[in-house]
T-cell receptor, first 112, second 116 residues
Framework: QKEVEQNSGPLSVPEGAIASLNCTYS??????FFWYRQYSGKSPELIMS????GDKEDGRFTAQLNKASQYVSLLIRDSQPSDSATYLC????????????FGKGTTLSVSS | GAVVSQHPSRVICKSGTSVKIECRSL??????MFWYRQFPKQSLMLMAT?????????EQGVEKDKFLINHASLTLSTLTVTSAHPEDSSFYIC????????????FGQGTRLTVV
């Protein structure tokens, strides 16, 4: 059973701090990794995708991938109350055209 | 990013009736679409994979006769909840991927179904 694991949280950080969200996956041959943000009552929206080891930055967001450790993370710098949401880690299984495998999500709460 | 449109966003129906939810990929062709269900404060649960021109593939435990999926064109998939019951009340979300690999999934806006 291919799995994606996330700490459910809640992760609480003060406004302006760095929020660090972590995810591990079980399928060693996975090649594509994604972070989605889901606000309460809304559908998920894509924040970042990462395919190679290392860091990928986009504005206040940085995704980090370590395939050897089967670990992917998302850093949110200068956290804002509007970042309060559930963050879903998703992994592409090694089979073309199949659904992404999602973690259960980490709830982030940013206090002002 | 790519746009996936889902309709309706909210529906209330009586027990025993059927409800159809549409999912459209607006700017790309999607040979495969995915249907999820999400209960309050729970994670996404994949219900089925919708394949254009062929039968849908259902996840274990999902009743194919209750959740009818039709993927009649490269831009439209529909989910029909038949003989709805209150326990079917949930948030239904469709998703589509633009290509076959190294591509992100885009989600529709979701449909909040309430069965009374």
């Amino acid at each position: 059973q291919k799995e994606v694991e996330q700490n459910s949280g809640p992760l609480s950080v003060p406004e302006g701090a760095i929020a660090s969200l972590n995810c591990t996956y079980s399928d060693r041959v996975s090649q594509s990794f994604f972070w989605y943000r889901q606000y309460s009552g809304k559908s998920p929206e894509l924040i970042m995708s990462i395919y190679s080891n290392g860091d990928k930055e986009d504005g206040r967001f940085t995704a980090q991938l370590n395939k050897a450790s089967q670990y992917v993370s998302l850093l949110i710098r200068d956290s804002q109350p509007s970042d309060s949401a559930t963050y879903l880690c998703a992994v592409e299984p090694n089979q073309a055209g199949t659904a992404l495998i999602f973690g259960k999500g980490t709830t982030l709460s940013v206090s002002s | 990013g790519a746009v996936v449109s889902q309709h309706p966003s909210r529906v209330i129906c009586k027990s025993g009736t059927s409800v159809k939810i549409e999912c459209r990929s607006l700017d790309f062709q999607a040979t495969t679409m995915f249907w999820y269900r999400q209960f309050p404060k729970q994670s996404l649960m994949l219900m089925a994979t919708s394949n254009e021109g062929s039968k849908a593939t259902y996840e274990q435990g999902v009743e194919k006769d209750k959740f009818l999926i039709n993927h009649a064109s490269l831009t439209l998939s529909t989910l029909t909840v038949t003989s709805a019951h209150p326990e079917d009340s949930s948030f239904y979300i469709c998703s589509a991927r633009r290509g076959m690999g190294n591509t992100e999934a885009f989600f529709g806006q979701g449909t909040r179904l309430t069965v009374v």
